[in-house]
Nanobody
Framework: QVQTVESGGGLVQAGGSLRLSCGAS????????MGWFRQAPGKEREFVAA????????YYSDSVKGRFLISRDNTKSTVYLQMNSLKPEDTAVYYC???????????????WGQGTQVTVSS
């Protein structure tokens, strides 16, 4: 089992920034990739970004590319999502998830956190 816990959400004005953190624990060696997803009310969960534990490659959705930055600290088993130039359409619950392989599909992520709310006011 792998447990993930998100933190750092909150309320911010459009154009502002937030940094989300995701701490992973348990059998983290069984997973290779950490991803961030988000889900707005009435919408499906969508991919935001992903990063492997052992590679500097990062993957982003088109909607956040150039504004969000995913990073990791292997010594702390923690993944971060730096969100800049936030827009009202970024409002959602943000989830951290762990997977054995790189994927943009939430179906391929086995372990999920409880989510953290991000609200961007206009």
């Amino acid at each position: 089992q792998v447990q993930t816990v998100e933190s750092g959400g909150g309320l911010v004005q459009a154009g502002g920034s937030l940094r989300l953190s995701c701490g992973a624990s348990g059998r983290t060696f069984s997973t290779n990739v950490m991803g961030w997803f988000r889900q707005a009310p009435g919408k499906e969960r969508e991919f935001v970004a992903a990063i492997p534990w052992l590679s500097s490659l990062a993957y982003y959705s088109d909607s956040v590319k150039g504004r969000f930055l995913i990073s990791r600290d292997n010594t702390k088993s923690t993944v971060y999502l730096q969100m800049n130039s936030l827009k009202p359409e970024d409002t959602a619950v943000y989830y951290c998830a762990a997977s054995e392989r790189t994927s943009r599909s939430p179906d391929n992520y086995r372990y999920w956190g409880q989510g953290t709310q991000v609200t961007v006011s206009s």
